[in-house]
């Protein structure tokens, strides 16, 4: 087979990584001979089984990090021996830690994405997750707390879990379906937000340490099932090889670059849209960055214990999964643009509502906010956008995803930690109303710059 013949047959492999393929190709995997000389299944495999896949290994992902981290204020807590002032400290510590292991992490883990696949990687980073709670749950010490959280934060979701996902779903779709794969995969992934806070909160009724087992037992079965069912989208033949010359030369690919923690700065040095566009996600991803305060607010001001908790989360979780269910449809109703904007707005009037929360009646209430503002809504769109720029600027799909990603945990070194420090006695709804800003800000830089979602 010539080489003409392996790019007509496979072109759906790179749509999305190799700008020079055409983005009519069909959203499937070939069984043709070349497919199979690649590593792929001689049984045809559609995108929507890949969607399912990547989004139960996103579930379980989400599950193990709610689950341990609905519990981790109070092992903190537990830690600082009812010490309020210190428990905020630590909390602080483990947002820091979190942020600084995703800036660290990130890059390497998607180059190497990028030059050894979607596969291996994706189930090399959730058995590592399961370990870092594994060592939580057997020797609880603020040491291993924060190192177990900062696992879950370069790793899970909102880490290389997410920069693996979406660059594999680039691999194989075009620009036109890859915002509703993205969207149905946060769908799936929205379940674990159901399952997960149920789980730890019924489990740390009985000792703060389960909710951590429990978290490494989900994440080892995402691990188990990325390592069985997934399809690598990424033969080796479409591998970017480092190579010395581009070591040399500093190319796209060099691995000096990628281990740079602030590459992606050189990205975004590229095009001024895709700069605004990349403050605009950040500062909308930034106003999700306050989860670490809710289980004290939650205690402090509504006096609930853990099983309340967790079916407030699990409650949140469902209209998650729904407002990701629909958003497909809702992106068809309005356009990409209204569709951010809206459920930005609504998402402003769910943190304002929850800063204000006195009663459980209320606190329910702002769950609503979630169906119309949750996060796919607000961000699918702008995520799709985002990597179709990148990719045409010559970047691979796993480093162009974890150059975004880089750009979210900068937010996240920061915003967690102000959320702490402005929580306090009279001040529980505070990280809430900081978090209605952020979200004021993003939606103030893409009416400013005029920067379009795709449409």
């Known amino acids: 087979m010539s080489a003409g013949d392996s790019t007509g047959d496979s072109a759906v492999l790179g749509a999305a990584t190799d700008p020079t393929l055409p983005h009519d190709a069909p959203v499937t995997f070939k069984a043709t001979g070349q497919a199979k000389a690649n590593g792929l299944p001689g049984a045809t495999k559609n995108s929507s089984e890949l969607v399912a896949v990547l989004g139960g290994v996103s579930a379980a992902a989400m599950a193990s990090m709610i689950c341990s981290a609905q519990a981790t204020p109070a092992l903190a807590d537990a830690l600082a021996m009812g010490n309020t002032g210190q428990t905020l400290r630590l909390l602080a510590q483990i947002a820091f830690a979190r942020s600084a292991a995703g800036i660290l992490v990130l890059p390497a883990i998607g180059r190497m994405a990028d030059r050894y696949g979607r596969k291996g990687m994706l189930a090399a980073t959730a058995f590592i997750t ?8 057997a020797f609880p010490t603020s040491l291993t707390l924060i190192l177990s959280q900062a696992l879950v934060g370069s790793l899970a979701v909102g880490g290389a879990n997410d920069a693996i996902r979406d660059a594999a779903l680039a691999d194989v779709l075009t620009k036109d379906a890859l915002a509703s794969a993205t969207a149905k995969a946060r769908a799936f992934m929205a379940l674990g937000m159901i399952g997960g806070p149920l789980l730890g909160g019924i489990v740390a009724k009985r000792n703060i340490r389960y909710p951590f087992v429990v978290a490494a037992a989900i994440s080892l079965c995402g691990s188990l099932l990325a390592s069985t069912q997934m399809t690598e989208t990424l033969p080796p033949t479409r591998r970017i090889e480092v190579s010395a010359a581009q070591d040399r030369e500093g190319g796209v690919f060099a691995l000096n670059r990628c281990l740079n923690p602030l590459s992606s700065i050189e990205l975004l040095r ?6 605004w566009l990349t403050l605009a996600c950040a500062l909308s991803m930034g106003s999700e960055f306050n989860t670490d305060v809710t289980p004290l607010f939650c205690r402090d001001r509504l006096k609930w214990d853990s099983v309340e908790i967790g079916k407030f989360s699990a409650s949140g979780g469902i209209f ?8 497909s449809t809702v992106l068809k109703l309005l356009g990409p643009q209204w569709l951010t904007l809206g459920g930005t707005a609504a998402h402003i009037l769910r943190n304002v509502l929850m800063s204000q929360a006195y ?3 209320t606190m329910h209430a702002s769950n609503l906010g979630i169906l119309f503002g949750g996060v796919t809504m607000r961000l ?4 799709s956008k985002h990597t179709e720029m990148a990719v045409a600027d010559g970047f691979g799909g796993g480093e162009a995803t974890a150059m975004r990603g880089n750009s979210f945990a900068l937010m996240r070194l920061i915003i967690p930690i102000v959320a702490t420090r402005l929580y306090g006695p ?5 990280p809430y109303l900081f978090s209605a800003s952020l979200a004021v800000g993003a939606t103030g830089v893409l009416v400013a710059t005029g920067v379009s979602a795709p449409g």
Not at 130 to 137: I, M, N, S, V, W
Not at 320 to 327: K, M, N, P, R
Not at 380 to 383: E, F, K, N
């Open 270 to 275: 590229r095009s001024p849209r895709l700069r």
């Open 426 to 430: 009279g001040t529980e709804g505070w």
């Open 320 to 327: 998650a999964v729904l407002s990701s269910a629909s958003c």
């Open 380 to 383: 699918s769109s702008l995520l």
């Open 359 to 361: 009663n459980a009646t």
């Open 130 to 137: 399961a370990c870092g709670h594994a060592l939580c749950a």
